[in-house]
């Protein structure tokens, strides 16, 4: 596997459900995030992990879980979720220098495709 | 907090042509990266090109090159000799330039669809 991976591809899930998103970086990177992509709005940044940390959670309600284990793998804990959480959930990663924010690019994986009945 | 608008929600272009996509952005702050980024139909977003707040001179990558106005916020991505393979959705990426910061999340426009027609 190269590059940024995410399973699974699509998913589907009823309102009281839960299920995991996972996301999985193979570029050595140190940081990584979770992106929503809904219809017709810009993506929006969910979470930050950077050196397993999270930095930033931007004010995403508490039905959704972010894990980082390692700098290699994240996760988003999906319960109770809404209809109007059906998007495309997109995870990044970068490799970031500890106390300045870089130049470097973000690398995205394909996303998982979130339909929430 | 900063705002990114992309006021094309689609454009379309003749194959070989010549397409300019439109950014705006707000910000209050001086320093800071801009980027594109292309969203194929396979969905797996990518890096075009990028730009440093500082540097005055364009950022060109073969086709794909800039005309960054700082003074007027604004970060236009044009394409030259369009092909097939140009058809995507666009958007545009602010990221702050926070020296304590460390990580950050990427502000995004909300994409403009461009079309290739053969």
């Known amino acids: 596997e190269t590059g940024v991976t995410q399973t699974p591809r699509h998913l589907v899930m009823g309102m009281t459900n839960k299920k995991s998103l996972k996301c999985e970086q193979h570029?050595?990177?140190?940081?990584m995030y979770w992106y929503k992509q809904s219809a017709k709005k810009p993506l929006e940044l969910m979470f930050v992990?950077?050196?397993?940390?999270?930095?930033e959670n931007n004010s995403v309600p508490s039905r959704f879980s972010p894990e980082c284990p390692n700098s290699s793998h994240l996760f988003l804990h999906l319960h109770t979720l809404q209809p109007e959480d059906s998007a495309l959930y997109l995870c990044?990663?970068?490799?970031?220098?500890?106390?300045?924010?870089?130049?470097?690019?973000?690398?995205f994986g394909p996303g998982t495709r979130l339909t929430v009945l | 907090a900063q705002t990114v608008t992309q006021s094309q929600p689609e454009m379309s272009v003749q194959e070989a042509e010549t397409v300019t996509l439109s950014c705006t952005y707000d910000?209050?702050?001086?320093?800071?990266?801009l980027f594109w980024y292309k969203q194929p139909p396979s969905r797996q977003m990518i890096l075009v090109i990028r730009?440093?707040?500082?540097?005055?001179q364009n950022a060109t990558e073969n086709r794909f090159s800039v005309n960054f106005q700082k003074a007027a916020k604004s970060f236009s991505l044009k394409i030259s000799d369009s092909q097939l393979g140009d058809a995507a959705m666009y958007f545009c990426?602010?990221?702050?330039?926070?020296?304590?910061?460390?990580?950050?999340?990427?502000?995004f426009g909300k994409g403009t669809h461009l079309i290739i027609q053969p």
């Open positions: 992990y950077s050196l397993e940390e999270r930095v």
């Open positions: 910000t209050s702050e001086s320093d800071y990266y």
């Open positions: 990044a990663s970068s490799q970031e220098i500890a106390g300045w924010v870089s130049y470097n690019e973000q690398f």
């Open positions: 570029l050595g990177h140190n940081a």
């Open positions: 730009q440093e707040a500082y540097k005055q």
């Open positions: 990426a602010y990221r702050s330039l926070d020296p304590g910061g460390g990580a950050d999340g990427l502000t």
